[in-house]
């Protein structure tokens, strides 16, 4: 496999960069260590965000799931898009100019109550961390299908990565790697869609090229009796696309390695802008997505389907080895066929089973683009893994240095011991999460899924309410949180499949996925009704309240 | 130690200021209410809801409705915080808040 010696020269390119960063961008200071030193532009946060947000799932996997859902597939686009405008319009501009490093910080304040910040700490970790094991995994996996490396190897490549630039430098390292990460994922994300687009329709442009396509693909799937490609719910009812696209809103709004980057930046203004040019990088994928979905399924059914076995194309032959897709001839005509229906069903016409992952990782080969696209696409792959982990990371460290050790263990630490448990803290949750990439217990991909819910339905009421209405007292929000994770876990718990106890869906059939959307409607009415009948906060937080409408001063001194 | 939320700006007495303050803090709340009330109306009632009656109209050579529900809204939504950060912004010049 000569490509072999592409996507090596690749990944070394791309990781002595980072490390390059890392060693440029070291910190002192606790306040560069967790906020980069409140200096990042807005352009470069906004790309930094937008590799803090886009994981291995959204490089790899996104466009897989949407070409195997069609339509349906909207609600992660939705979803994963529309969260901004919420982080954007009702949270970033206020915790920026709260002026703290973490989100419990802002909850301890906010609720006066040390217990709140602890308990917020502790779920911001949980939450970190079962979402850092599917990067961590994700990485192992590229490592290994590609350079035929061990996936503990790949782990272990990825973490020390990782771990140079993330402990050295802190909130600034990960800022300024994020910003050549970004760069790395969406050039290879980009180059292989044009480079489709051009071949199925002379348009170079995958936004403009794709709905034309859509209504060809539309054809081909009738005529192979499933329903339309652009029909809207047919996999999702309509119930659960609109409350899970709700709850993959709220969550993303309420997910803590997304909302610190908006601390980083110097001003309220720019922590406003922030989320423009994040939402524009993100979006450029984001948009893009559905494109190589409906490209490549198009591509897929007209190269493979109703083809003969004996002359399947190369890119079919070297997958097959890697087990991502597979044929089984059962009516022995020595015909691929597909159709609707389980490829495990010996009944079933459906011949072929295809792992949704292959959409984006195949796409060079099926679009005949080369081994150097290629080699581009593995990057892109890593850059997305390592730069999600790396935030989630942050979120760990500084969760247990500022909010845990710093608050309650060694209230009069110096700045440098709390530097020190920050960094050792950062180490260890490299050293653990690459455990758990390596080892991964057998809920976790699971579990990333309810995630997003259980974030909606916790954090976001906390701290929505927590900005807009000063009547919201500790009691109040501890019970809404509380609540709001109880009633979502406990649908989860009984619902879901894989790691539930197998009921049917108890509530108008709603999905475990879209609970959240539930969860959090609840949460924000217990908040708000036990607020009314619990004494007022003190005096201290109404000036809390108001002082962060204002924008005027986010720039001064804050002593932490 | 924070910043005084109530802050003093030139020539003008704590009660004017204070009222000033509470206008802003108003016209913020209508302004963002307003985008989000686009925001609901995009990516739930146009994109979801509506979906297969806007399918039934032909844009770029397939159907609008899953256009918009893949493509359409997410260009909404990043209009939505571009103009919140213009609007915004001006605001905060218009009421003397800015830094």
């Known amino acids: 496999m000569g490509a072999q010696i592409y996507i090596a ?22 306040k560069g260590f967790y906020v980069a030193g409140q200096g990042v532009p807005a352009v470069f946060n906004g790309m930094a965000t937008a590799a803090d947000w886009m994981s291995a799932a ?28 919420l982080l954007a319009l009702l949270l970033a501009p206020y915790l920026r100019k709260f002026g703290k490093f973490t989100v419990p910080a802002f909850i301890g304040d906010r609720y006066y109550s040390g217990t709140a910040r602890v308990v917020a700490a502790f779920c911001a970790i949980a939450i970190s961390f079962t979402y850092v094991a599917g990067q961590m995994r994700g990485a192992g996996i590229v490592f290994s299908r590609f350079l035929e490396i061990p996936i503990g190897w790949g782990v272990a490549v990825g973490m020390t990565v990782v771990a140079f630039y993330a402990v050295l430098g802190g909130m600034k390292g990960i800022t300024w790697t994020q910003v050549v990460q970004y760069v790395v994922l969406i050039t290879a994300f980009l180059i292989p869609a044009i480079a489709l687009a051009i071949i199925l329709t002379g348009i170079p442009v995958p936004q403009v090229a794709f709905p034309g396509v859509a209504s060809r693909l539309d054809g081909l799937m009738t005529e192979l009796g499933f329903s339309a490609y652009t029909a809207a719910f047919t996999e999702i009812s309509r119930l659960n696309v609109f409350l899970i696209a709700l709850a993959l809103m709220c969550g993303t709004a309420g997910l803590p390695h997304v909302i610190i980057r908006f601390y980083t930046t110097k001003t309220v203004k720019a922590a406003r802008w922030t989320g423009v040019f994040a939402l524009l990088f993100i979006g450029l994928l984001y948009t893009t997505a559905p494109a190589v979905a409906v490209f490549a399924k198009y591509n897929f059914l007209q190269t493979v389907v109703g083809q003969p076995y004996e002359q399947r194309p190369d890119w079919f032959r070297s997958w097959e080895a890697t087990g991502l897709i597979e044929f089984a001839d059962k009516d022995g005509d020595g ?42 696409v593995v990057a892109g792959g890593l850059a997305a893994a390592l730069s999600t982990a790396s935030g989630l990371l942050l979120v760990i460290a500084s969760s247990f240095s500022h909010d845990i050790y710093k608050a309650f263990i060694r209230r009069h630490a110096s700045e440098q011991e709390e530097l020190l448990v920050a960094r050792s803290a950062m180490l260890l949750a490299v050293l653990f999460a690459g455990l758990l990439g390596v080892y991964p217990p ?5 579990v990333v899924a309810f995630a997003f819910g259980l974030a ?26 509380v609540f709001g994770l109880l009633f979502t876990g406990f649908y989860i718990i009984t619902v879901a499949p894989g790691i539930g106890i197998g009921w049917r869906p108890w509530l108008f059939g709603i999905s475990p996925q879209g609970i959240g959307a539930v969860g959090m409607i609840l949460g924000f009415a217990v908040s708000w009704s036990v607020s009314r009948v619990t004494p007022k906060p003190p005096d201290t937080v109404q000036d809390l309240v108001e002082g962060i409408r204002y924008p005027r001063g986010s720039a001064a001194p804050i002593e932490h | 130690m924070r910043t005084n ?26 302004f963002t209410l307003v985008l989000l009330s686009i925001w609901f109306l995009a990516g739930y009632v146009v994109a979801i809801l509506l979906a297969p009656t806007l399918s039934q109209v032909d844009f770029l050579g397939g159907p609008l409705g899953f256009w918009f529900a893949q493509n359409g809204a997410i260009y909404v939504f990043w209009l939505l915080i571009f103009v919140y950060a213009i609007g915004m912004n001006r605001i905060d010049r218009e009421f003397d808040v800015e830094e």
């Not at chain 1, 959204?58 to 405008?85: E, H, K, Q």
């Not at chain 1, 057998?442 to 699971?446: D, G, K, N, S």
């Open chain 1, 442 to 446: 057998a809920f976790v991909a699971e």
């Open chain 1, 58 to 85: 959204s490089f790899i996997s996104m466009a897989g799931l949407i070409a195997f859902l069609g339509f349906d597939g909207s609600v992660y686009l939705l979803g994963w898009t529309g969260g901004y405008v």
């Open chain 1, 456 to 481: 909606a339905a916790s954090f976001f009421p906390a701290i929505v309410l927590g900005i807009f209405d000063p009547r919201t007292t500790k009691e109040g929000a501890i019970s809404g949180m």
């Open chain 1, 9 to 30: 020269l690749a990944v070394i390119l791309t990781f002595g960069l980072y490390i390059g960063i890392a060693v440029w961008s070291r910190v002192s200071t606790t």
């Open chain 2, 5 to 30: 939320p109530r802050m003093h700006r030139g020539g003008l007495s704590d009660e004017d200021n204070r009222a000033a303050l509470r206008a802003y803090w108003k016209r913020n709340l209508h």
């Open chain 1, 335 to 376: 015909m691929m066929n597909y159709g609707p229906g389980a490829f495990t069903d010996p009944e079933s016409a459906n011949e072929l089973r295809i792992d949704p992952d292959i959409m984006v990782l195949a796409s060079p080969e099926i679009g005949g683009l080369g081994d150097i696209i290629l080699a581009l």
